[in-house]
């Protein structure tokens, strides 16, 4: 099992930064694929980005490809969302997954991770 927990968020402007981070405990960091979605209020999960065992496979939904980086540090159980450009439509709580096996098929879906954060409230005003 391994204990997921977030933190980075905030209220920003349109164009600002965020850093998101999210700490892991438990079972060793590295096994697992780890990836960030983020909701809105009445709305369904959604994909931002994953990445794979050892960082050198990343994968984002196209509303934010080009803005947003994911990285990970297995040395210090953490993995990052660096989000550029921030927009007024990204404002969400984010959260952060870590799924046991890649599962190419269902990466974007909330199906294909095991275990999730709580999540942290990112909010872009106008």
């Known amino acids: 099992q391994v204990q997921l927990v977030e933190s980075g968020g905030g209220l920003v402007q349109a164009g600002d930064s965020l850093r998101l981070s999210c700490a892991a405990s438990g079972r060793p960091f590295s096994t697992y694929v780890l990836g960030w979605f983020r909701q809105e209020p009445g709305k369904e999960r959604e994909f931002v980005a994953v990445?794979?065992?050892?960082?050198?496979?990343?994968y984002y939904a196209d509303s934010v490809k080009g803005r947003f980086t994911i990285s990970r540090d297995n040395a210090k159980n953490t993995v990052y969302m660096q989000m550029n450009n921030l927009k007024p439509e990204d404002t969400a709580v984010y959260y952060c997954a870590a799924a046991e096996v890649w599962d190419y098929s269902r990466h974007r879906t909330s199906a294909g991770y095991n275990y999730w954060g709580q999540g942290t409230q990112v909010t872009v005003s106008s």
């Open positions: 990445i794979r065992y050892s960082g050198r496979s990343t």
